[in-house]
């Protein structure tokens, strides 16, 4: 089935600094990327997708690049605030094309 | 506007006794229903996914099964519980023909 690595597991910045967390995927038929933002104690919450006909979504701050060929997706977050600080998770979906398949997360903390 | 519901919110069960967790969806109609595991600290598990009524596609063969009874409910059961069932049981939903999902605000259970 569809494997997603997700790295780094934890990643602290300055406020103000960018943070990327980068994903990659072992089914070459997925074609549907997401990212979810959890918080403490909350449910995930999708803040960007992209799917595989397009190379990059941008969403103010955040934007999600996808490079099919390298079977790689990644979250570039700008202009970090406090607030971004939650455990992120980037997802593919599964060649069923219902259900998708999650990495392991990426804690984000962003300092004052 | 689609809302998602789980009860109950928090549970905590004995080893070995009976588990029935709920979920139903709001303004939509057919849409695909799904259940996941997230243990402390850890990742998203998809445990069961269902397309429509009394359709149950198991990922993980384990201590759960899962019933759709109607076309908003999902219902996560078990016969007897053990320990490592402990999570965060997140049910989400999907429009038939999109892939975006979207989640509950959770049940936490502990067995002890």
């Known amino acids: 089935g569809e494997n997603v690595e997700q790295h780094p597991s934890t990643l602290s910045v300055q406020e103000g600094d960018s943070a990327v967390i980068k994903c990659t995927y072992s089914?070459?038929?997925?074609?549907?990327f997401p990212w979810y933002k959890q918080e403490l104690g909350k449910r995930p919450q999708l803040i960007i997708d992209i799917r595989s006909n397009v190379g990059e979504k941008k969403d103010q701050r955040i934007a999600v690049t996808l490079n099919k060929t390298a079977k790689h997706f990644s979250l570039h977050i700008t202009e970090t605030q406090p607030e971004d600080s939650a455990v992120y998770f980037c997802?593919?979906?599964?060649?069923?094309?219902?259900?998708?398949?999650f990495g392991k997360g990426t804690s984000l903390l962003v300092t004052p | 506007s689609q809302t998602i519901h789980q009860w109950p919110a928090t549970l905590v069960q004995p080893v070995g006794s009976p588990l029935s967790l709920e979920c139903t969806v709001e303004g939509t109609s057919n849409p695909n229903l799904y259940w996941y595991r997230q243990a402390a600290g850890r990742g998203l598990q998809l445990l069961f996914y269902?397309?429509?009524?009394?359709?149950i596609s198991s990922e993980v063969p384990q201590n759960l099964s899962a019933s759709r009874p109607q076309d908003r409910q999902f219902i996560l059961s078990s016969k007897k519980l053990l320990l490592s069932d402990s999570g965060f049981y997140l049910c989400?939903?999907?429009?038939?023909?999109?892939?975006?999902?979207?989640f509950g605000p959770g049940t936490r259970l502990t067995v002890l």
């Open positions: 989400a939903w999907s429009g038939a023909a999109g892939n975006e999902q979207f």
């Open positions: 269902s397309v429509g009524i009394g359709q």
């Open positions: 089914d070459s038929a997925s074609n549907y």
């Open positions: 997802a593919a979906i599964l060649g069923s094309g219902y259900a998708l398949n």
